[in-house]
């Protein structure tokens, strides 16, 4: 059999010219201490070549040595033709690479047979996806066979639990001969008991030890492979750069690449296809929105273009978003050339036309060329989500530019997850929705018009306990921890019983049609096989909304509370507080308008400040517990004093609370509030 000896160096030479890609780049936009890095990189890749005798590559490298060195002490970004040389000697290593076949290796001095233009290119592409993403079936295949090894140590369980067993005979048995000796001094017996007891100690250890390790070991495997099934997206990044680099320069302009969700780690199946799409749509960016350096000066916008790709996971699904801020879609062009295919192009609006051009088959390019012309651009793109079952959208605003969503389901995804547990279920929420854990006592899960409430930081949200979420018939929680999660804009009190930890886990979305609640994105397995529920924060956030309304008192609408206070931030404030909370809030300026609102609308209480010109608070508490139609009406006072004298006369006029500003504590007031307005 003959042996390939390019094995290893194919391998590290892969490596060594996709990090130089990368690096050129970022030495291009400035990037610090990047200059030395390239020629390390650069001196091993000629060096590993010539160890398996290719000359071709080691030449290559060693120009681009000498392209590099002359930059070696300068502050300043590397000019771009020098980039441009740098890159085309990259290119040509990566072609020589695409050669390496698995015969013997060429003599020293031989040239390679190169490969053919288009398979040159093709080659290219592939060994860079093959270097960033293992073989998926492989994987999967790995990983069917630790779950199926991790339930054969069930079997090892039970002997381990039999094992137990047989020790706990082996000390009464121990036990037993020893009564028996006193009698007989049979002492031999006692001995062999005694050694039988030793052995059946050291078994036990030893089968439970192997057990243990063998699990950890197993789950350690698995876990390894679960994310080895998975990729960043930040490897399409380079990808992607670069050809937006490289129609910038075939088009003269100038344009900056820009990225973001490159930390999320995706099925390599769907970054693959996706690769094709978003190839795609940034040359598309780059030809036919970012302008000429001209157009963009005389628009005033800054000279370089820029075009950004970002990846977001939006509940079982995943969004790439690619943006340019260019000169936006031609409706008006769109809509002439599509009017020869569709008369009724004339009366679409300019949604139905950009969608028309999602469709495929239309261009606006006035000319044929390797970039444009062709009008099968968007076709790639619509296969490509085709095969993923998602789909596309598009945004342009004339001047400002061009947005396009991709989005297609989430089928596999890697991500850190809060474990929370309700009974004897245990359910992962998404870390980076997360945003506090606090305590809750029964004390401060409040009952208002919009349902069950918790105040956190400053804020009223609604609370529904976890166990609720996950089965209508739970019986409601009387306190204990509570997650504060945050999704669809607005945030969320989940109620737990206990937390498991953070983990990193790999979760598959639901196949479809499978019935699950709304607020489940998908499921993870641990290493026995066995399902975890992976929660949908944004879903999760708006179902217990609902659920907190849902278990909220049906009871007549409260009262509204009326504030009284000259300060128009402490106004502000105080209502802000209450309304978060569900109370209707009133307002006056002055005591004096407080008591002539007071007699045209009956309140749950009195919020009064002290200090107020003309008359202050304690006057209004006066006249109030005076008055037939308002002496019943609770008041607290709220003021800056703190004198003893002050709490006095607080509490001889009659007001039931008195809270110091200096002392304020959201939640100790509408406490108290709440126990004030229950007594009404």
């Keep these: 059999m003959v042996q390939d000896p390019f094995k290893y160096f194919r391998v590290e030479a892969h490596e060594l010219v996709d990090q130089l890609g990368k690096g050129v780049l970022e030495l291009e936009r400035g990037g610090p201490g990047v200059l030395p890095k390239l020629l390390r990189l650069a001196h091993t890749l000629k060096g590993a070549a010539r ?24 502050n ?54 093959r270097t960033v993403w293992m073989d998926v079936g492989e994987l999967d295949a790995l990983l069917e066979g630790v779950t199926e090894t991790h339930a054969q140590l069930g079997a090892i369980r039970r002997a381990t639990e039999a094992m137990g067993r047989v020790r706990a005979l082996a000390e009464q048995l121990v036990d037993h001969v020893a009564l028996k000796r006193e009698r007989t ?35 350690q495997v698995h876990d390894t492979a679960e994310q080895l099934r998975l990729a960043p997206a930040n490897a399409l990044f380079a990808f992607l750069e670069r050809a937006v680099r490289d129609v910038g320069h075939a088009t003269g302009k100038l344009v900056k690449f820009e990225s973001r969700g490159g930390d999320v780690r995706l099925d390599s199946h769907v970054l693959r296809i996706m690769h094709e799409a978003l190839l795609q749509i940034v040359r598309n960016a780059v030809a036919h929105g970012i302008e000429s350096e001209t157009d963009r000066r005389i628009a005033g916008k800054p000279q370089s273009g820029v075009v950004s790709v970002e990846v977001v996971r939006r509940g079982q ?5 690619c943006k340019d801020d ?11 050339i599509a009017m020869r295919r569709n008369a009724q192009a004339a009366n679409m609006t300019g949604t139905e036309i950009i969608q028309m051009l999602l469709n495929g088959g239309i261009s606006t390019s006035a000319s044929l060329t390797e970039l444009a012309g062709r009008g099968v651009g968007m076709d790639v793109v619509r296969s490509a989500i085709g095969r993923l079952r998602g789909s596309i959208t598009a945004e342009s605003v004339p001047g400002k530019g061009t947005t396009f969503e991709l989005t297609v389901p989430l089928t596999l995804a890697a991500t850190e997850v809060l474990l929370m547990q309700a009974g004897a279920v245990t359910v992962a929420v998404p870390f980076d929705a997360v945003r506090h854990v606090v305590h809750t006592s029964a004390q401060e899960i409040y009952r208002t018009a919009r349902g069950h409430e918790v105040v956190h930081d400053g804020r009223a949200m609604p609370f529904v306990p976890l166990a609720r979420l996950l089965d209508g018939n739970a019986p409601p929680s009387v306190g204990g921890s509570a997650v504060v999660i945050a999704g669809a804009g607005r945030q969320v009190a989940i109620g737990v019983e206990r937390l498991r930890g953070t983990a990193n886990v790999v979760f598959r979305s639901l196949p479809e049609f499978t019935p699950a609640a709304a607020i489940v994105a998908g ?12 929660l949908d924060a944004d879903n999760l956030v708006t179902e217990a909304e609902r659920h907190s309304m849902g278990v909220a008192p049906a009871a007549e609408r409260a009262r509204p509370v009326l504030i009284v206070d000259d300060s ?53 508490i006066e006249r109030i517990r005076s008055d037939p139609e308002l002496r019943d009406i609770p008041a607290i006072l709220v003021t800056s004093r703190n004198e003893p004298e002050d709490f006095r006369r607080g509490k001889d006029v009659g007001a039931q609370d008195y809270v110091v500003k200096s002392e304020f504590n959201q939640a100790n007031l509408l406490g108290r509030i709440r126990e004030l307005v229950a007594r009404r």
């Design 185 to 219: 001094r049979n002492d031999k017996t006692l001995g062999l008991a005694e050694d039988l007891r030793t052995l059946v100690r050291g078994l036990d250890r030893g089968l439970a030890s192997a057990q243990e390790r063998m699990e950890r070991e197993l789950q």
């Design 51 to 74: 160890v398996v005798r290719r000359p071709d590559i080691a030449e290559y490298a060693h120009a681009i040595e000498d392209a590099l060195a002359p930059y070696r002490d300068s």
């Design 76 to 129: 300043d970004a590397m000019p771009r033709p020098a980039v441009d040389t740098v890159l085309g000697l990259i290119d040509r290593i990566a072609e020589g690479l695409a050669t390496l076949g698995a015969g013997e290796a060429p003599a020293e001095g031989e040239a390679a047979t190169p490969a053919p233009a288009k398979a040159r290119e093709q080659a290219k592409d592939e060994d860079g996806f």
């Design 568 to 620: 128009l931030t402490t106004r502000m404030l105080e209502q802000s507080i209450l309304e978060s909370a569900g109370y209707e809030v009133d307002l006056a300026t002055s005591a004096e308008e407080a008591l002539e609102v007071a007699h045209r609308r009956q309140y749950a209480l009195f919020l009064v400040d002290v200090e107020m010109p003309g008359m202050d608070g304690f006057s209004f």
């Design 523 to 534: 499921a993870s397995l641990d290493a026995d096989g066995n399902p975890q529920i992976m």
């Design 326 to 336: 260019g000169r936006g879609i031609d409706v008006e062009a769109v809509r002439r």
């Design 317 to 321: 699904r995943v969004v790439f978003r």
